[in-house]
């Protein structure tokens, strides 16, 4: 089971081999997930929401990241780990977010860091390049941005902000990065920016015609009822055989069924 590279991704969008990508956040997840044979797993700031309750992946400090990091770092034997860099961390201030990205592959042990935005960050993602730090992109909807957009709604619809998504994405290319995100906008701008740049292009709520997908682990397996976008399959329901499994539980607790002598000493 070989280690999966950025080098890698790159000859699996040349040879048309789709990137599997997953979010995690915990040891035994992330066990769980490089077992399986994902590709690349995601320690996705979406940890705010999905593992910490918060409403937006704004609070996400660079510690609890860091926490998160290490934790899937320890877990994970093949598959590349991208972790996401908190908002705040790298926004336009390169020296300061050369320290964060710096302080994030030293405590975590991370392969790659995964920065929200275009223009208004390459100079953050170049300096952070230049110090050896591989770097994936994210374009279209950014949730660190949430503030500034007011909607989690499909993102470059409009000719003039699927002009600048374009330049973005080139922009992240020329800067070095080795894979961008494309995040919630229409499936033939996917497609036109994935046949134009020669980095890998992944997915979600982008359409089939990007170089790979990725969904938040909590999503897909069904764990969360209330989220359901029209990108979403649904793999398992996770949320129905929990609530089942602790019912009995409950249950078996209750009626003094559990333990059974065979479960005592
Ligand atoms: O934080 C996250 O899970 C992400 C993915 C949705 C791409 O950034
Ligand atoms: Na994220």
Redesign the pocket.
């Known amino acids: 089971k070989r280690k999966v590279t950025t080098h890698r991704l790159r000859e699996m969008k040349e040879r048309g081999e789709k990137i599997s990508m997953l ?1 995690a956040y915990d040891y035994s997840m992330a066990s769980l997930i490089d077992e399986a044979g994902m590709d690349v797993i ?1 320690v ?3 940890a705010s929401n999905v593992m910490a309750g918060n409403i937006t ?1 704004l609070p996400m400090t660079l510690d609890q990241m860091i926490y998160h990091g290490t934790s899937v770092m320890k877990a994970v034997k093949r598959a590349l780990v991208v972790v ?1 860099m908190p908002f705040g961390s790298c926004s336009g201030n390169p020296e300061k977010s050369l320290d964060a990205a710096i302080r994030m592959m030293k405590e975590t042990g991370a392969d790659t860091l ?1 920065i929200e935005g275009g223009e208004e960050v390459i100079q953050d993602i170049k300096k952070i390049i230049n110090a050896g730090i591989p770097v994936m992109g ?1 374009l279209g909807l950014m949730p660190q941005s949430i503030n500034k957009y007011g909607t989690y709604t499909v993102r470059a619809k409009e000719e003039k902000e699927a002009e600048k998504l374009l330049r973005d994405a080139l922009l992240l290319q020329e800067a070095g990065c080795y894979a961008i ?1 494309l ?1 919630k906008i229409p499936s033939s701008l996917a497609g036109e920016l994935t046949q134009q740049l020669s980095i890998p292009t992944i997915g ?1 709520g982008a359409g089939p015609d990007t170089d790979g997908q ?1 969904l ?1 682990m909590h999503d897909m397996l069904g764990i969360n009822k209330g989220f359901s976008p029209k990108f979403l399959r649904r793999y398992a329901d996770l949320h129905g055989v929990i609530t089942q499994a602790v019912r009995n539980y409950i249950s078996d607790v209750k009626s003094n069924d559990f333990p059974s002598e065979k479960e005592s000493y």
């Open positions: 979010t995601l996705g700031d979406s992946t996401d995964k994210h995100v995040e979600i990725v938040v």
